[in-house]
């Protein structure tokens, strides 16, 4: 396994300290010294440990007055709701699972009425990269996460891509929580999903995507019952 560069592994480090500490919009953070003296590395690291959170709207730094949490918490494109800071990690699994299955079934809808033969050439190749991914035991949660955001925008809504952050953010916790162990499941409902999408047929792509969605739920009903997931996030 790779070991994560430095500056990843110190952001990390930080925004589980800002978690654990619930710090709220606006309260100041310990000053760079103490901030390396916590998590164990250089000031330099920090400093750009920092930056990269300000360019993600988490924080901001005020000439002479030091490091503070950003007004909003926006988070970064990928995390525009600041999923990142919930620490009930069950619930928000639960709870955009919800969400997922109230908007991308109609997604799927969409981009069946919607896609043109390039977009649709694109969806089958994302789905042969995750199939291979999964067969040689890698992980696909990047390309999941493609797969999904290519089919949003190929349902020609220009909303709908603003929107599916929220559903990277479930895929890949779905992904981590699971072990990448929804394999079959996985295979088989992309290949629904994309076939009916070419065939532009939006029942079928509204139904496979909400068989996905099913299976992903019923994994994680079951996985939540059967196993003390995060014991303080119950």
Known sequence: MKTKPLVESTIERLIDYIIKNDLEPLQKLPTELELASLLSVGRSTVRE???ALVGRNILEVRQGAGTFMARQRLGVS???LGLT?????????KDLLEVRMMIEPRIAALAALAATQEDITVIHALRKEIEELISSGED?????IEFHMKIAESSNNIVLPTLTPAIQQAISLFVDVTNRTLRTETIETHRAISDAIEAHNPIAAHD???LHIVYNRTHIANLFKNTAFQEGDK
């Open 208 to 210: 496979a995507m909400t």
């Open 140 to 144: 696909h949660t990047q390309k999941d």
């Open 85 to 93: 800071f919930v620490k009930n990690k069950r619930k928000l699994i």
């Open 78 to 80: 990928t995390d525009p």
């Open 49 to 51: 440990a920092v930056k």
